[in-house]
């Protein structure tokens, strides 16, 4: 079975809306992936500072580290699912992500340029945004970012479901947008 990692960035758990178009995707993809979900809660892992990097600079990476970036790297498929904080994503998946950017691992140099050594051939990006933002508006720092480490660790096709001015309308507005979101992502799915 093809292996899906699901990194969920949903800080509001229950609460969150972009947790509820992920979850309904899951349900979708569940028997067709083995699935291992990797939940951020801001305290488990450590930003890339002056001493991480020493260490790193001197050969140390902690085991663990190394084994889940290990695993990105082995992925047929990622999700990730974040809402759209600060004009971006929360900065814990800024701080996995440094985490799990390895050299020989996830990329490499190949001499003359980098090249991504990930398996994924397809990732979701899955969003929900407060303001009247659309994917690739100059407003949104996050999906560029997201594209860009994507070819950094050659993730292959980038995808993102979003819904928007989630702030700025009634409940019921907002919840039509969570289930057209989930259309078009379970649309996706079909091909997933
Ligand atoms: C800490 C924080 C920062 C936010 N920053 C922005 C922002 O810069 N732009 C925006 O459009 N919405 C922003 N929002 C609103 C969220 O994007 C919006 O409410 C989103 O639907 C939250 O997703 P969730 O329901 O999955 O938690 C912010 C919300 C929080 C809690």
């Known amino acids: 079975m093809q292996k899906l990692i699901v990194i969920d960035a949903c800080m509001r758990d229950r609460e969150s809306r972009t947790e509820k178009i992920l979850e309904a995707l899951l349900a979708a993809l569940g028997s067709r992936y083995d699935m291992e979900k990797i939940i951020l809660d801001g305290e488990d892992y450590e930003a890339v500072g002056r001493r991480v990097l020493r260490e790193r600079s001197n050969g140390y990476v902690p ?11 082995a992925a047929d498929r990622i999700i990730i699912a974040a809402p759209f904080w600060d004009m971006s994503f929360p900065a814990i998946l800024k701080v ?5 950017s390895l050299f020989n691992i996830t ?11 990930c398996k994924c051939g397809k990732l979701l990006y899955i969003t929900t945004r407060g303001m009247n933002i659309h994917t690739g508006d100059p407003l949104d720092g996050a999906t560029p970012y997201i594209r860009a480490i994507g070819e950094l660790w050659g993730l292959g096709e980038i995808m993102t479901v979003a819904a928007e001015n ?7 507005e907002a919840d039509l947008k969570v289930k057209a979101a989930i259309a078009e992502g379970l649309e996706i799915c079909r091909e997933f």
């Open 63 to 73: 085991d663990d580290i190394v084994a889940q970036a290990k695993q990105i790297a």
């Open 96 to 100: 996995f992500i440094e985490n799990m």
């Open 107 to 117: 990329f490499r140099n190949n001499g003359t340029s980098f090249e991504g050594l």
């Open 166 to 172: 989630m702030d700025y309308c009634t409940s019921e």
